[in-house]
């Protein structure tokens, strides 16, 4: 394995690994991971599961250079260093986003809208954005398509993308109700993205 794959597959690995862990916590600390859906079902876990096997695909794209061949509706034959190197950089820009994110998230992270009391994150990570987390799915999913260059992951991707600008939309919509002037000040300070 020469030392690009094996920095590939550990930046690949550490969002599972992340996400893992900050399961565990929750479920240790008493709580769940499961929030309310913030946009229409039929399209919110429809978006989280496609996210999560994007996020997952990573890490076999990454230890073998070959795998990419066993997708569909690929544009090209084979992946040079260049693109193996410029997706590694694309997976760092996205762990120095996701990792910061769930740490200062900690317990209070729910996939959808919390259920039970939560907090205005501004702090860390979300001074320089205010959705770290699915702001981190774009560095991801381009990390994915240079290492799987398939019509299928691009289509998957930007549908990925779409579904969670919307769930933003609405949480943003949640946010201003729940914490009115803190956050609309928070959001004249603070990007949505970068």
Known sequence: MSILQLALTS???FPLLATAFLGYQLLRNGQGAMG??????WLFYPAKFTAGFLLFILLPASFSSSFFSY????IQNEIPEVQQLLALIFLLAGNLLLIPAYYTM????R???PTKDH???TSGIY???RNPMYTSFFFF????FLLVPSIGVAVFSLFSLFAHHLIILSEEKYMASSFTSDYQQYCKQTARYL
Do not use: D, H, K, M
């Open 11 to 13: 930046l690949s690995s």
């Open 106 to 109: 900690s317990i209070f992270t």
């Open 71 to 74: 997708f569909p509706w690929l």
């Open 141 to 144: 999913f381009t990390a994915c």
């Open 111 to 113: 996939v959808g809208l």
């Open 119 to 121: 907090a205005l994150q």
């Open 127 to 129: 001074r320089i954005s």
């Open 36 to 41: 309310t859906p913030s946009i229409n079902s």
